[in-house]
């Protein structure tokens, strides 16, 4: 890389960062303004209601599988329901990623053994 | 071991377990912008670089993929803060659970989209005391994998890819899993669930669509927009019936 490139990788990285740190200083003003700084009190409900359906958002994208088709769906499928299945016997974060995986996997090889 | 001593290290643990998961979605594509970016002209080293100052994975194969095809600078460097403009509202959901370290803004280098999905259910329900050293645990781990997956791919992605196919369309699929696990107890009235299910369902479509990186935003908003028709219709039968 040139100069150029390296100032721009550099301002790029400077700038994601600012994104991250910077709204939240603002809320920390925001809550000592409020002197309610330990409480979800002080947060405009649409920041609340935002933060949840962003996660929901970034599930619905990674949904979809990098090669889309009938094995890749019906395993996403598969490994969806096991992992819901897991996580409402376990309540862990571990456990059902790891059943969901192994499932996913599983319907993947065995599909394409059918196949 | 004291209690204080006990009580940081299983937070420093808790948080690299919470963090395992990530491994399986981070590494497959840190490998894969490591080879993409070396062939495209950039050195091992540049590449390694890119993903430890950048850290931000959709933005980043913009930023090789446009560099590499000539496009001016200032429209690289508009693009990849327009992508990774969803970041704005990662901090202030998390800011309340945060103390006044002045630690916690030079942290915020590490809010991936899937560390604030994990620091948004986890921070909540942890001490006060313990949510530092776990946020750093969780944020070091999924930092390291998109550094080393990175490195990995730049050196040896042509050979890993071709010899273990099938590791890399199997391990992603543990983001979805994760991102399930964190929204599952989210499910708790039928506004809440009306609301997810438009979200997931607009987000899936849009994405299908070929729209991927406007896809997290718009669904996102579409999210809201119906959170609040539903509460707006709520308190309309509420006032009638009251």
Redesign the interface.
């Known amino acids: 890389m040139d100069k150029s490139l390296w100032l721009l990788m550099l301002a790029c990285a400077l700038g994601t960062f600012l994104l991250r740190a910077l709204p939240l200083l603002w809320m920390r003003r925001h809550l000592v303004r409020r002197s309610i700084s330990n409480s979800t009190e002080a947060m405009p409900l649409w920041l609340t209601v935002l933060a949840p359906t962003m996660i929901a958002a970034m599930f619905g994208v990674s949904l979809v599988p990098a090669h889309p088709g009938l094995s890749s769906w019906l395993a996403t499928l598969l490994g969806g329901l096991c992992t819901i299945l897991v996580w409402r016997r376990t309540r862990s974060l571990g456990w059902p990623v790891c059943a969901g995986v192994t499932v996913y996997g599983l319907v993947v090889v065995l599909l394409r053994l059918l196949a | 071991m004291s209690s204080v001593e006990a009580a940081k290290s299983s937070a420093w643990q808790q948080g690299a377990?919470?963090a395992?998961?990530l491994l399986?979605?981070y590494i497959p594509v840190a490998i894969s912008f490591g080879l993409i970016a070396v062939q495209s002209g950039?050195?091992a080293l540049?590449t390694v670089?890119?993903s430890t100052?950048?850290?931000?994975g959709a933005?980043q194969f913009l930023?090789i993929a446009m560099?590499a095809s000539g496009a001016p600078?200032w429209l690289?460097?508009v693009m990849?803060?327009l992508i990774?403009?969803?970041?704005?509202?990662?901090?202030?959901?998390?800011?309340?659970y945060?103390s006044?370290s002045r630690w916690?803004?030079?942290l915020?280098?590490g809010?991936t989209?899937?560390i604030?999905?994990l620091a948004?259910t986890r921070l909540p329900q942890l001490a006060?005391k313990d949510r530092m050293s776990w946020y750093i645990s969780a944020a070091l781990i999924a930092w390291g994998s998109w550094i080393v997956g990175t490195a990995v791919g730049a050196i040896a992605g042509a050979e890993i890819t071709s010899r273990w196919p099938?590791l890399g369309?199997?391990?992603?699929?543990?983001?979805?899993?994760?991102?399930?696990?964190?929204?599952?107890p989210?499910f708790t009235s039928v506004q809440?669930t009306l609301?997810?299910l438009i979200?997931?369902?607009?987000?899936?479509v849009?994405?299908?669509m070929g729209m991927?990186n406007s896809?997290?935003?718009l669904?996102?908003?579409c999210?809201?927009s119906l959170?609040?028709l539903v509460q707006a219709k709520l308190k309309a039968e509420g006032k009638a019936h009251g």
């Open positions: 377990r919470d395992l998961p399986g979605g950039f050195s540049e670089l890119i100052l950048i850290y931000a933005s930023f560099v600078l690289v460097l990849t803060l990774n403009a969803r970041h704005l509202v990662y901090g202030p959901n998390i800011a309340p945060l006044n916690w803004p030079l915020m280098h809010l989209d899937q604030f999905a948004h006060e099938l369309e199997v391990m992603p699929f543990a983001l979805p899993a994760l991102f399930l696990v964190l929204l599952a989210r809440w609301t997810m979200t997931i369902v607009a987000a899936l849009l994405k299908l991927t896809a997290i935003p669904a996102a908003l999210g809201v959170f609040y």
